[in-house]
């Protein structure tokens, strides 16, 4: 290996960040210490390093000083890396000549109060990060190509837009819905708060758009089975599940002419097999063979066959011409190529049942929201009219429980987190009742009504004005009495600061939500990571909302933490946006921090390979016998095989052992040679 030794000649910036860093140590101190060590030329300090005049004095350095590294102690790396590594290349040296001491957030925000200790603390951070300046190297990004393509995963109105936003753009996009139709969770929603809105009419022309759109390959009643590859080149497996029915395309291909599902519904007249709608909440009945709801899309019926008997009534029903059921069809399974992919799989609600005060499927008349949006629906299995389940009367007094779950501290199914939209729709609930049911009394039980959107407080106002009661306290407990099914809502009234009472008729939980089920098993198979709660974890929650840390994965939607409609349409347009700028670059740079393998180091014993997470190293044979292999753009740079290597022949880039051990050695032997 060359021994390009070149004498170090570092130069060290320190920000004063306003007062977040120089209102906590002595910024002259570190200023003064950095001069003192060895292969520094030259210190400075200035309020702001990451502002222009800031950048200005690191170029101007360079040329100055003749600088070969350079350390900034400053911020976080993940806010203003970037930021500094353009001025380094911009001062002509290579940006990974560039390292940085985080003295704001693990140093003046955790030692706020301890001033020598704070600047003690920042002298360390500084000496480490010059010793490995010292030894950093220039390093060269790689391109890869990226495929004109792209997934969207979830046909939410999350996933709709971001699909309809890509394809309009001109790229392939791939929709993939693991429900018999698009639409999402607003399709179950009657209207939308705060213009009252009707959901499906404003949401059924976005999902015939995205029928028709001939960008948008639309997969309904499909899974994502597999994901491989990096930013780029991503190669995706899906499941198209046994649907039973052929749509006419399917039938074409089969030789039917004329054939398939024309959605004539002749099929689920004559099933014998009744089960409860899922869509329905279990509030209506379904055929085996059905559809999704009214408007779905696509207009195919589908067979579920974990209920079906396979009589074969339906198949005579259907035809000898459009011969659209198959009973004996089974999964299938596709594969494309995509250049990125985003993630907008929605939400569920709690199981509301395990908080037992509150008596759901427990007491007939506690529903969850969503229940009620399907009560008051007028395609809803009622018609759109309000009655309790138990015994089909109309409610006048209905009570809505606030954070049902959600701000809630105790554990189980509770979850700490605000919920966001629970206020809006509750209040949206409590002027439909008002509206639809003259005299009836909507009671509305919360600890803060939160409505932070556009025209949502004078939507609160106007709700209020209208005759809505509200009582500020969490409910304590709910009681059936088993003659009237009607219901006693125990709570406090922190306002006058005394319990209450009130009998109801109806009782509606605005139920907490949570991540899907399925959410974990997609995390892990597009490498993306997770929040405390559960949630897909963004990039940077300020600066870079839309994207993840894996390379080519965005996320839109509630999948990435709790939203309402507005908010999910907007980041959905932002992932798309932010989707579409590979694709359309053509080409991505990637981080050179991957691993290098020292081919006449390596023994070949392959016991690197399975410890990737990221599947990025294999066997390959190389002059007579096998070494190992980087597949670069799916390294991420973790270092496990690194650190498990047994010979010691794999370097990782930027973080090589030398560069490791001097930071040690300048933080144990505090400044001096070893």
């Not at 001033?115 to 391109?143: C, F, N, Y």
């Not at 004005?465 to 006693?488: C, M, Q, W, Y």
Request: charged residues 20%; glycine residues 10%.
């Amino acid at each position: 290996m060359a021994e390009a030794k070149e004498e170090p000649r570092i130069g060290v910036f320190i920000c004063h960040c306003g007062t977040n860093i120089a209102g906590s140590l002595s910024i002259e101190e570190v200023m003064e210490y950095a001069k003192t060590l060895p292969g520094v030329i030259v210190a400075d300090e200035y309020q702001y390093m990451c502002s222009t005049p800031g950048q200005k004095k690191i170029v101007e350095a360079i040329a100055e000083h003749n600088l070969n590294g350079i350390v900034v102690a400053a911020c976080s790396p993940r806010l203003h890396e970037p930021t500094f590594r353009t001025a380094t290349q911009e001062g002509g040296l290579n940006k990974f000549r560039f390292e940085m001491a985080n003295i704001r957030d693990q140093n003046s925000w955790v030692h706020m109060h301890d001033w020598e200790g704070a600047t003690a603390k920042a002298k360390d951070q500084v000496r480490i990060a010059v010793a490995k300046a010292r030894m950093l190297e220039d390093l060269i990004p790689k391109s890869v190509p990226v495929e004109h393509s792209a997934l969207v995963l979830g046909g939410g109105v999350g996933g709709m837009q971001a699909a309809l936003d890509l394809a309009g753009a001109g790229i392939k996009t791939y929709l993939i819905e693991k429900s018999p139709s698009i639409g999402g969770r607003m399709s179950q929603l009657d209207k939308t708060f705060p213009t009252l809105d009707c959901s499906q009419c404003i949401l059924t022309p976005k999902m015939v758009d995205v029928g028709r759109h001939p960008n948008i390959e639309l997969y309904t009643y499909a899974e994502v089975e597999n994901v491989e590859g990096y930013i780029g080149n991503f190669t995706v497996t899906i499941r198209k599940k046994a649907r039973g029915v052929l749509s006419p395309d399917e039938a074409e291909a089969r030789g039917i002419i004329g054939g398939g599902c024309n959605g004539c519904g002749d099929c689920a007249e004559v099933c014998p097999v009744i089960k409860p709608n899922p869509f329905e909440f279990g509030m209506a009945p379904r055929k085996a063979i059905y559809i999704y709801h009214p408007q779905v899309m696509p207009l195919q019926f589908t067979v579920d066959f974990d209920s079906c008997v396979k009589c074969g009534l339906c198949v005579e029903a259907c035809g000898e011409e459009k011969k659209a059921i198959d009973l004996d069809m089974v999964d299938t399974f596709e594969e494309v190529k995509v250049g990125t992919c985003i993630l907008a799989i929605g939400y569920d609600l709690i199981p509301i049942e395990e908080k037992t005060e509150w008596g759901y499927k427990r007491y007939d008349n506690v529903i969850t929201g969503l229940e009620f949006e399907r009560l008051i629906c007028a395609s809803g299995p009622t018609g759109g009219k309000l009655i309790r389940p138990s015994d089909g009367q109309i409610p006048k007094k209905v009570g809505f429980v606030l954070c049902a779950g959600s701000r809630d501290n105790t554990g189980g199914v509770a979850k700490p987190y605000c919920s966001r939209f629970c206020c809006m729709y509750s209040l949206k609930h409590a002027h439909q009742i008002m509206e639809k049911i003259p005299g009836a009394v909507p009671y509305i039980f919360y600890m803060d009504i939160r409505s932070f959107g556009k025209m949502y407080e004078e939507f609160y106002y106007r709700i209020q004005n209208e005759g809505a009661k509200f009582i500020r306290g969490r409910v304590a407990n709910i009681l059936e009495d088993p003659s009237t099914k009607n219901l006693t809502v125990f709570t406090e009234d922190t306002l006058l600061g005394r319990p209450l009472s009130l009998e109801m008729d109806m009782v509606v939980l605005a139920a907490a939500i949570q991540p899907k089920p399925e959410a974990e098993r997609i995390r892990q198979m597009f490498g993306v990571s997770k929040s405390q709660d559960g949630w897909l974890l963004e990039a940077h929650p300020k600066l870079n909302p839309c994207g993840t840390t894996t390379a080519g994965i965005y996320l839109a939607g509630v999948c990435q933490g709790p939203k309402d409609i507005p908010d999910t349409v907007a980041q959905a347009e932002g992932a798309a946006s932010a989707a579409s700028i590979p694709i359309h670059t053509g080409e991505v740079q990637l981080e050179p921090y991957f691993a290098i393998c020292m081919d006449d180091l390596c023994a070949g014993c392959g016991m690197c390979v399975p410890q990737c997470p990221y599947g990025a190293l294999a066997l390959v044979e190389k002059n007579g016998r096998q070494v190992m292999e980087v597949t670069e753009a799916k390294c991420k740079g973790c270092g496990t095989c690194g650190g498990f290597c047994p010979g010691g022949a794999i370097k990782m880039q930027h973080f090589t052992s030398p560069q490791i051990c001097a930071q040690i050695d300048a933080f144990l032997l505090e400044g001096g040679e070893q």
